[in-house]
Every structure is written in C-alpha cells, then in structure tokens.
C-alpha cells in the first residue's frame, strides 16, 4: 500500500514525522474501505463467519450482523476488515459456550477488527499472533479464560474502545509487542487489568481500570524470546479498588500477584507513570519491584537486566492507597492461603518493611535495587522502599509523545521462512511456557527433559493435549496451527538453549 498514493500533495517523509494516533486510524481506515475492487461480504446469524473469512481477499469487508454465533474465528490474511454491525443496540456475539479455545485468532497484517461481543471463551477472547498494522477495538470480551484482548509478537497495535471482565490472568495483555497504543479501554473483574509484558514503546492512556486484583503490570520476565519492557507511559488512566479476589490458576505466574495493587513493575525500564487517578488500592498504589519478586528467581536469565531502572513517577491524584476495607482483608487472606498451599515462599515484604503475612499498604511501594527511578513529589505521598529514589525534573513530562505506533513499513515485514519455529514459538507457545519458569503450563526445560527429541510427540500432543498435571489448566489445542507450524515450532522448543543455566552455573 503506497500512502504517496492516498496523499499526493504530502511527500513521505513529512507523514512520517507528523505519524500520530489520528493518522494511523484514518489511513488504515481509509485503506481498508477505498479499494474499489474490494467487496463486502455480509454475514447474518445462521450463517458462518468463518466460511465468510475463508473467502477474504484483500481489501474486503465482512460484516457480521448481530446474532449468536458458536465459532472459533481464524484469520491469516492481510489488509481487510472485521466489522461487526449493531443494530438497535444488538451486537454479533462470538460465543465458545465454555467449550471453545478461542473467540478470534489472527495473524497477517493490516486489519481491523471492531464491534464484537465475545464471550465465554476457555483460552483467549480475540489474540494476534506475530501480526503488524492492526486495530482492535469496540470489543466487549467477557470471560474468556486466560487471556481477553491478546496481541503477541505484534509491531504497531492499537487498541482502543473495549470492554473486558471476568478474565483469569490478563484482560489485555500485550506480550512481546513493539508500538502499541491501550487507549480509553474498561477493563474490571478480572486478575490483571492490562499487562505489558517483555515489551517495547507502549502507550497506556485513558483507561478506566477497576475491581482487579492488580490494575496494570509491566514485567520483564526471564525465559522468553524478548528480554525486556522499555519504554512504557502509563497516563491518564482511572486505576482505583483493584483489591479483587486473584483467581488466576494456583501456581499460574499471575496467582503470585498479590491483590490490592494499582500499577506494578517488576524488572521494567523507563516506563512513566503521569497523571493517574489512583485511588483505593489496597497494598500499593504504585508498586516497583525487581525479578526477586518472581517465585523461581534462582533461575534467572541472563539476557533480562533484574532491576526497575530510570522509571519516573511523575504528578498522579493519589487518593486512600493501601486502607484496608473488610472484602479487601478476605482477598488477601485468600491470597495468604493460597500461596502458603502452592508451596510458593510467601514474596518478601520490600526494603525495610516489616516482613508479616499482612504488610502495610502505602500510596508508593518499592523493593529490590534499580537505577535512576524518581519520584516528583516524595513528600505528597506515603511510601516505602523509595530511599533510592531521585526527584524527578517537573520539565520532563511525556506530553509531546502522542502515540507509539511507529512506520507501517515495520508492521507489514515479512517473517524469514527459517525463522518460523522461533516465531510460533514466540507468538503463541510462551503465552504459557517459559524455558525455566512456570508461567501457565511447565517450563520448556522440564517439556524437553520429557520429549528428548521425541518431535512429533510434541506435535501431537500440541495438537490433542490431554490433561496431565494436577493443578495445571488443560492446554488448549494448537491444531489450527497446521502440520508446517506445529513441526516447525517443535523442532525450535526441544533444541531451545537453557539460557538461563549459564547465569547459575559459574
Ligand atoms: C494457553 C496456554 C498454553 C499455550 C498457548 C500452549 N500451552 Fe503447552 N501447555 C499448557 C499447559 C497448561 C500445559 C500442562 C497441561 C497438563 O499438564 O495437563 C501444557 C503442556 C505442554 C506440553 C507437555 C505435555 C506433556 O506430555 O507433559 C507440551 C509438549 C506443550 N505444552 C507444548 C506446547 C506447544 C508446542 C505450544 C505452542 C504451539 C503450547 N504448548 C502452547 C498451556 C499452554
């Protein structure tokens, strides 16, 4: 697609330096809708969505009219358009009924998909996997297992307008990503509000975020292809009573996140955190921490830098963090409990703190070591941790950066051939799968020690798991995936290197 061609009268160097939130959306937009051989294909409740996708070509349109449809919806295809229609307040629901993996999976690039209602989903609501230039938005995504709203491996991603709840680890989840905007989402009731994790380049803006257990995460976590979070604005966002209830799977990553914290960074770098409202959470308003917080911190990974480093908190409305109500008190007791029976340490209390099964809760909450962090009004706040702490410069706001998203070019390259098992890999296997940690399913190594190089045994198991571990969710299928990819992917984890093991064995 030749953006010279849509605007002639502006040279291309110029657009790109005024790239902003506006123009991405108008141009994409305006791509996905103005070629005139391009088709809409209108889908009405009866009918297959799926048969509609298998059918796109680039450019189309499908446009699903409202009713109730059982499908898992694949899509690999670049440049085109999913479109629910609302008519009289009624969406086109997307409902896996409790027995499907996944409402929407897509890879490619250069999409839309808008005005869908998801729900009751066993893995994911609608996930993108290594897919570039695309938008997700006016989504209501409700219960659909692990993750909600899902792009993994993506370059430029906007999402924006969506609803998620009733999630059991993240509702938004942006894993291994570069140039993402979350803007003016609602996301509540679920484990983590929005998580950033092993990204880069990431605008959180506007998001009303509430009733988690923590709101929004940006972690840098050992084992996976992508080392770090860099990068990151977390501004104007309503983040208040997270103090939920965390129901992730015991022993899952996310079931060691205690409840009650407002935003939280473990291991993240440059990430800014500017004019919040957070409000009423119970254990930290703002919590920084390193990878000691992991459970498994013996097996670090000596690619990923362990400490929060020049993380600035900037002016935010800090309202009653850390005050504890009845239901808050029965969250962390559950939380106590829980971690106690997963034969998980009880996480350390930070620097100083009084180490105790309830710690004291504070506005600011900082632990580990950690470089050039500051804070901008150290006095306005209750806190702990925070001796390290700079001032921050009141000149050094965020204000210009109004967007993330980067050149279209990045979002659209294509993937080296040879590199496709470290993409699967990348893309869809370490959403649960570490190569030392457990984070949803077993870490690669203990995948490897039982595989040897047992290749198609992956494959097969990938494709049909069978449940196989107490305490562990059930894997969802990877069929969708195909024989090249499946093989592919298999191929990459059971040589994989243990990187991690170089850091412990000097
Ligand atoms: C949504 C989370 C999720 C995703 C994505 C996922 N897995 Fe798993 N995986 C699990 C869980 C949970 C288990 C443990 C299941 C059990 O023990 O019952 C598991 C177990 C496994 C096992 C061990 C089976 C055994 O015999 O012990 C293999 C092999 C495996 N996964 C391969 C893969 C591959 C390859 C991919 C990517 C194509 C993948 N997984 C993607 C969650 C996931």
Redesign the pocket.
């Known amino acids: 697609m030749s953006f010279i061609k849509l605007f002639p009268s502006i040279p291309l160097s110029r657009i790109r330096e005024n790239f902003n939130h506006l123009w991405f959306v108008i141009i994409l937009v305006f791509v996905f809708t103005s070629k005139i051989d391009s088709r809409t294909i209108e889908v009405h409740e009866g009918e297959s969505i799926q048969k509609a996708i298998d059918s796109l070509e680039k450019g189309d349109t499908v446009k699903v009219f409202p009713g109730v449809y059982h499908e898992f919806l694949f899509v690999d295809k670049t440049h085109f358009t999913l479109s629910g229609v609302i008519v009289d307040g009624k969406w086109p629901t997307l409902d896996g009924e409790g027995r499907l993996n996944d409402g929407v999976i897509g890879s490619g690039a250069n999409f839309l998909i808008e005005n869908f209602h998801v729900k009751n989903y066993k893995?994911n609501g609608v996930m993108t996997q290594g897919a570039g230039n695309i938008i997700m938005r006016k989504l209501i995504v409700e219960n659909t297992g692990?993750y909600g709203i899902y792009p993994t491996m993506g370059i430029n991603v906007l999402i924006e307008d969506t609803v998620s709840l009733g999630i059991a680890d993240a509702a938004i989840y942006i894993g291994m990503c570069h140039n993402v905007d979350v803007r003016r989402n609602e996301v509540y009731g679920s484990v983590i509000g929005i998580e950033i994790e092993n990204s880069t380049n990431v605008l959180i803006e506007g998001n009303t975020v509430y009733d988690n257990s923590a709101g929004i995460v940006a972690f840098a976590l050992p084992g996976l292809p992508l080392k770090k979070v860099e990068n990151v604005i977390i501004r104007k966002n309503f983040i208040f009573d997270n103090n939920h209830r965390n129901f992730a799977e015991p022993g899952a990553l996310v079931a060691g996140v205690p409840p009650g914290i407002g935003i939280g960074v473990m291991a993240g770098d440059e990430v800014t955190i500017e004019d919040n409202i957070i409000r009423r959470n119970s254990f930290a308003g703002i919590g920084i921490g390193d990878n000691n917080l992991l459970p498994n911190s013996k097996s670090p990974d000596p690619d990923v830098e362990p400490n929060p480093d020049r993380n600035k908190i900037l002016e935010n409305v800090f309202i009653d963090n850390g005050v504890r109500k009845w239901n808050d008190l029965m969250s962390w007791l559950f939380y106590v409990i829980r971690i106690i029976f997963s034969g998980n340490p009880i996480p350390e209390s930070p620097n100083g703190g009084k180490v105790g099964i309830f710690p004291d809760g504070y506005d600011v909450v900082a632990s580990g070591k950690g470089k050039d962090n500051c804070l901008i009004a150290p006095d306005s706040v209750t806190k702990i941790g925070t001796s390290g702490y700079g001032l921050c410069n009141p000149k050094e706001t965020t204000e210009k950066i109004k967007t993330m998203i980067g050149d279209p070019k990045q979002g659209e390259a294509k993937s080296d051939a040879r590199e496709l098992g470290k993409q699967?890999?990348g893309a869809?296997?370490s959403?649960?799968?570490s190569m030392t940690i457990r984070t949803?399913?077993?870490p690669i190594k203990e995948?490897q020690e039982?595989?040897k190089k047992d290749i198609y045994g992956?494959v097969s198991?990938?494709s049909m798991?069978?449940?196989?571990?107490e305490g562990?969710?059930?894997?969802?299928s990877?069929k969708y995936?195909g024989n090249e990819k499946?093989t592919a992917?298999?191929n990459y984890?059971l040589n994989l290197k243990d990187e991690g093991s170089k850091g412990v064995t000097k």
């Open positions: 893995a692990i699967v890999f869809v296997c959403g649960c799968h949803v399913g077993p995948i039982k595989y992956v198991f990938a798991p069978k449940k196989v571990r562990f969710i059930e894997m969802p990877q995936l499946l992917v298999s984890i």
